[in-house]
């Protein structure tokens, strides 16, 4: 276990990384990317950086437990230094020309990716020894929440930097700010040991054997499809959602990040609440609600444009609220889940096998697909709703659908969703007796 003062050294190394997550990849590059003429197809493509990544990390898994403090971590320090090291691209993109703002675009995320999926590759092998099983809502609330009030106020000053039409210094400038702050992410953790003997395995990770734990065992087999399909459902239209605001709702700049904030600060705002609700009713009973809520937030995108004119910003901002506790609770019950079916042995590859093939392959077919299909049907449309608010319409209808996968996952250390549905109505009503009979 990790002294007090190396807890806290870990906890703020996270936010930083979070909040160098949290602004660049809310918006900041997309809008990049639209700026110097980025189309849907293309962008599609560029999207799936990250996921070429960690699908390619899956090959490093076996090295994770025996090398990852010798050899790993200093390496995707270096990854993570070098793409900060690139940030002039920010700068040089309107003198060097489309092509070449592309391949540096595609340089500078590869090298940040690569180097944060070898770091993330421990992370939850770490964190499955360090937390105990009843803190972790706890442990995950207050780093969410801690997270998102660091990663909000990152976004709203980000959203002055870049103004209505912003200028290639604007970006320059944005992520040079938010860069200076997530160095302190590496800094941080390199201070901070990693357990051992449990976590540095002196066992391979066996590939098949991790596959076997996976799908022979009902829970996790139920896990696995459900987590596959939320990020199927999720990357359908993910890379999309900032070009839809720019594009078809013709929102300035600042407005986009803006209300990327929103759903920032939902998502982080309500963690203490998820965090509570999971340790009280379980990850299943977190994951159903927030799926629901999700859901909601997918049926208010596809009407987002039937509002007035002087209604969209407003109905935006809400709407993205929604999305934003929608997608903390799923985060929340995702986690805390994912935690207590893991295997005793095998944890890394089991981890890391499980974000590979649930995680991120879904999440590199996806946008390809759609990023074309959205680019050559721009002019479709039934009625009022043209091919966005299809697509939107079309993801209410899954994530319901998931529903079903959830409510098969076996209670862990939680009642069923219908029995906690009759005790919270039937504890409500006896409050309501007590009322009426007793009034104050």
């Keep these: 276990m990790l002294s007090t003062r190396e807890k806290n050294i870990y906890f703020i190394s996270q936010v930083s990384g979070n909040t160098y997550y949290t602004v660049a990849f809310n918006g900041v590059l997309t809008l990049f990317l639209l700026k110097i003429g980025v189309k849907e197809g293309l962008l599609g493509f560029l999207s799936v950086i990250p996921f070429i990544v960690g699908i390619g990390s899956f090959l490093l898994v076996p090295w994770v437990g025996r090398n990852y403090t010798r050899i790993m971590r200093p390496v995707s320090y270096v990854l993570i230094i070098l793409a900060f090291l690139l940030l002039p691209l920010f700068l040089i993109s309107e003198r060097i020309g489309y092509r070449a703002s592309i391949l540096y675009y595609a340089t500078f995320v590869f090298l940040f990716w690569t180097g944060t999926q070898i770091s993330s590759l421990a992370w939850f092998p770490v964190v499955h020894l360090w937390v105990p099983e009843d803190e972790r809502g706890r442990f995950f609330g207050t ?227 759609t990023g074309p299909f959205i680019e050559a049907h721009k002019n479709f449309h039934i009625g009022s709703y043209g091919i966005y608010q299809i697509f939107f319409l079309s993801l209410a209808v899954l994530y319901l659908m998931i529903l079903g996968l959830i409510l098969k996952m076996k209670p862990i250390k939680e009642k069923p969703v219908g029995e906690i549905f009759r005790d919270v109505i039937t504890e409500n009503l006896m409050k309501l007796r007590d009322l009426i009979a007793s009034p104050p």
């Design 143 to 369: 780093l969410r929440f801690t997270s998102t009030i660091v990663g909000f106020g990152f976004l709203r000053l980000s959203s002055y930097m870049l103004g209505i039409d912003p200028t290639y210094m604007d970006f320059f400038n944005v992520m040079l700010v938010v860069s200076i702050f997530a160095l302190i992410w590496p800094v941080a953790l390199s201070k901070v040991p990693m357990p051992s003997p449990e976590f540095e395995e002196q066992e391979k990770v066996n590939f098949f054997s991790v596959f076997r734990d996976i799908f022979s065992d009902r829970e996790r087999n139920i896990y696995f499809w459900f987590y596959f399909l939320w990020n199927l459902a999720a990357y359908t239209v993910a890379p999309f959602i900032v070009p839809f605001y720019k594009m078809v709702l013709n929102l300035p700049a600042s407005f986009c990040i803006f209300v990327n904030s929103i759903s920032v600060l939902g998502m982080g705002g309500l963690a203490f609440i998820w965090g509570k609700v999971n340790d009280f009713r379980g990850s299943r009973f977190v994951l159903f609600f927030s799926f629901i809520l999700a859901s909601i937030y997918y049926l208010l995108m596809a009407h987002i444009h039937l509002f007035p004119a002087e209604g969209i910003k407003r109905a935006l901002i809400f709407t993205s609220l929604v999305g934003g506790i929608a997608g903390g609770g799923q985060l929340m019950g995702d986690t805390t889940r994912r935690l207590m079916i893991a295997p005793e042995k095998n944890r890394v590859g089991f981890f890391s096998y499980l974000s590979v093939f649930g995680g991120q392959l879904p999440a590199l077919i996806v946008p390809p697909i």
